[in-house]
């Protein structure tokens, strides 16, 4: 089966150059069949990939470790859920995942967006076949899941304990979606400036491509999010590592993009800009797959150095020459009319939004580069540390929200009166938020004015929801498609709402406690009772009981484990956490002493629930935003 995946690998590569130049030369040409016969090159693409993949789920699955890979990421005692999710644990793999997505998704649009307009299916096409035989070149030479071992192997290394979760099932191939959904709208941008048709087109029809990639980055990011909370035992959820940031900089620059796009639609400019927007989100996709995948970007989460990451960086390159020089040459097609937009009206605010989204891309990816940068040029490496982002991205996503909240408010082009009166609901809701806290004790600045502004934000997108369930009961009519983009926004309120409760009030303590004693944290008293010891297969296992009360009542126990792993040879500890809408009570076994005294590290991590929630609103905003415009009648 090695064989077979690796000889499809090749195929792909040499049949996506084929499909390349099969476009090219048919659009020039004008060879209609040499057309038909690059689209079937791009289907054997997706037909090879997909036998590619399939081979190495075998291979991971029959434990065959006579496959180098194979034997990296799997054992015999691993489950076969997580044998399964071993795909895409290494650099291989996961750039395998990537181009099997990639050509998956290829071919939907090959079948979806029709055949109307063959110069742009065309061109669109030859672009997306592009960026599939680079993946299959760098997979071919200098990445292959297939390669052999080169000593014979009763055994694998298996997975890290740290992957052994259900998120690793889910999070990697929903950000990969998301990844290689997002090269469908920047492949028919391109098409469509090289085709000389009216830039409007494109945008209408990859917007549900980019709402779908955009929902599933969104969601990838929030799952990982949660995996690091419940999984890495630190009490967090987000540590600005560089990966994490790689991952979330396209989503900004797409979420920019997708508010850009409205403008254009519904106002006709913002064109360049959001030709630009796409671009630099496809870039940014194979930036971030190049931060984790290279290693020269130090972080917890990124492969070993590899000669991969110089692939990356002449590919990004290519495309960006190539692209800014295809919009250079024919610059007359960003050309829009002169459109009269009043200070306060929606098209202003999405256009100041943009610039906002751009701004803090761009401090994340600086807060990426510096070190690197520092240590090519310096000699020495400088470090960024969390209160860089705390004093420049904070501020922007502030602002950020307070605009999310006052936007929706807005009308298009200029505001009526009667929606400006309507305004001073979500200011009354701000001074609210200031208020309440300061007559509640709280004098530090920072979490005064972010209640303000998430009050703000929370009244004016609840206001507007509810004319939308207004106009649902009195027209009979579904919800419109623009209400899908409030519950996106009412989402990143409830994130807000979560960061804020959990980076300000957050209360930790670190005890040791002997069989039958108490902590105390807040309202939280914990009995420690004892500890049970298992020896397994893979690991040690030392699990830790702990009765919790509150207000001195029995709320359960919870049972934080410390294990040593034999296949790395280190201790990992899985949390104990008591989860509720208002605070999380989370609790990590840190030691244990041989007559039985236990060490933990208690937190209580306030409104970090609504985090997740949050994430969830704004996947559901995104598939009704997907809802056709006008909406339907209602019958009951």
Known sequence: MATIGYSAILLTFVVSLWAVLGFVIAHSRGYKELSESALRAVQAAAALVTLASLSLIYLLLKRDFSVDYVFRYTSTALPPLYAFSAFWAG???????????????????????????????????????????????????????????LRFHSEGLGLNPLLENFSMVIHPPTVFIGYAGLAIPFAYALAYLLAGKPLEDWIKKVRPWAIVAWAFLG?????GGWWAYIELGWGGYWAWDPV???????WLTATAFLHSAVVAERRHY?????????????????????????????????????????????????????????????????????????LLSRDTAFYYLNWLFFGEALVLLLGILFPTFSSTFQGQEASIDVSFYHQTFMPLAAITVLLLGLCVSLGWGTTSAKALRRALIPVGSALLGIVVPIALGERSLFPILSWGTVGFAAAGVIQELARGVREFIRKRRLIPRPYGGYLVHAGIVLLALGVIGSSFYKAETLVSLKPGETAEIGNYVLKYVNFQHQSLPTKERFLAQVEVYKDSRFLGQIRPEKNFHFNVEQWVSEIGLRSTPAEDLYLIFIDLDEDGTASFQIQVNPMVFWIWVGGGLMVLGAVLALWPEGGKEWKS
Not at 219 to 223: F, K, M, N, Q, V
């Open 91 to 149: 650099q291989e793999g996961s750039l395998l995942l990537w181009l099997w997505l990639l050509s998956i998704l290829t071919l939907l649009a090959s079948l979806n967006l029709g055949r109307e307009d063959e110069a742009v299916q065309d061109y669109a096409l030859a672009a997306l076949a592009g960026i599939e035989a680079f993946f299959a070149l760098v997979l071919a030479l200098v990445s292959n899941p297939f390669a052999f071992s």
């Open 219 to 223: 969601a990838g990011i929030i799952i």
């Open 244 to 250: 994490e940031n790689s991952s979330l900089i396209p």
């Open 270 to 342: 913002l064109k360049g800009w959001s030709f630009l927007l796409i671009t630099l989100t496809f870039l940014l996709c194979l930036f971030a797959t190049f931060v984790t995948r290279s290693g020269i970007i130090k972080s917890v989460h990124a492969f070993a150095q590899s000669p991969l990451g110089f692939y990356f960086v002449a590919f990004i390159a290519i495309w960006a020459l190539l692209t800014g020089f295809v919009a250079f040459k024919n610059r007359g097609s960003f050309a829009s009319k002169k459109v009269e937009s009043a």
